[in-house]
């Protein structure tokens, strides 16, 4: 019976720079935070960008398209 790696599966934290889906907007990892949280970049509706401190496993990967 093969052995699974546990470390395959967990999420790895995003690197600074990485661009990823924040709920419906897409937003730019600065660094890392207190806890498991790091600080993203974003553009809201209202048109202003906002630094925020996010959990980093509520960040998704993009799809391999923008558009």
Known sequence: MPVISRRRNTKRKPLRGTLARYRNRIVEVLGEARG??????????????????????NLLPLETGLF
């Open 36 to 57: 498991q949280r790091v600080m993203i970049r974003s553009i809201h509706e209202d048109g202003i960008e906002r630094l925020t401190a996010v959990k980093w496993v």
